[in-house]
């Protein structure tokens, strides 16, 4: 299950999950991972039936998301994906890209922004993301520019 986060309990499970895929697997440094943003943004969290996380994502959009869509009011920023190890392969990421999606729809964006790892281009370019620009290093890590535009339902 996938829900847009409410409360406390939730933001700290976002925060963990994120701390374990990008701080302990990938490396980045906690300054860069935890930019101040959260709590201006909408942030989910996919959890396993008994209620344990498995992933999170969030959505920026607005003035604190222009720096990331070109300062069009009308596309959302997708980012802070991340799949517990234990949950990958069970479409749980692209549960969480509906999941965002979604939210970005109900609040009247018409496209999505994101900046893509490279390794992980095939998996958004499957949910209907196309990458343009030059690769570039984010944390240390090579990217790439991907947008989507979005529909009044996106696909499921």
């Given at each position: 299950?996938?829900?847009?986060?409410?409360?406390?309990?939730?933001?700290?499970?976002?925060?963990?999950?994120?701390?374990?895929?990008?701080?302990?697997?990938?490396?980045?440094?906690?300054?860069?991972?935890?930019?101040?943003?959260?709590?201006?943004a909408v942030q989910v969290l996919a959890v396993h039936?008994?209620?344990?996380?498995?992933?999170?994502?969030?959505?920026?959009?607005?003035?604190?998301?222009?720096?990331r869509t070109g300062g069009d009011p009308r596309v959302?920023?997708?980012?802070?994906?991340?799949?517990?190890?234990?949950?990958?392969?069970?479409?749980?990421?692209?549960?969480?890209?509906?999941?965002?999606?979604a939210a970005a729809v109900e609040r009247g964006l018409?496209?999505?922004?994101?900046?893509?790892?490279?390794?992980?281009?095939?998996?958004?370019?499957?949910?209907?993301?196309?990458?343009?620009?030059?690769?570039?290093?984010?944390?240390?890590?090579?990217?790439?520019?991907?947008?989507?535009?979005?529909?009044?339902?996106?696909?499921?």
């Open positions: 299950m996938v829900r847009v986060v409410q409360d406390p309990a939730d933001v700290e499970a976002c925060l963990a999950v994120r701390r374990q895929v990008f701080v302990d697997e990938q490396g980045v440094s906690e300054d860069l991972e935890y930019d101040g943003l959260d709590d201006r039936h008994d209620g344990t996380p498995l992933g999170t994502g969030r959505l920026l959009h607005g003035p604190v998301a222009a720096d959302g920023a997708l980012g802070r994906l991340a799949v517990l190890r234990a949950a990958r392969g069970r479409g749980v990421g692209a549960a969480l890209v509906r999941g965002i999606e018409t496209a999505m922004d994101l900046h893509a790892q490279t390794h992980a281009l095939a998996f958004y370019e499957r949910l209907g993301y196309a990458a343009h620009g030059p690769e570039f290093l984010d944390a240390g890590i090579a990217h790439r520019a991907m947008r989507k535009e979005l529909t009044a339902a996106p696909a499921r």
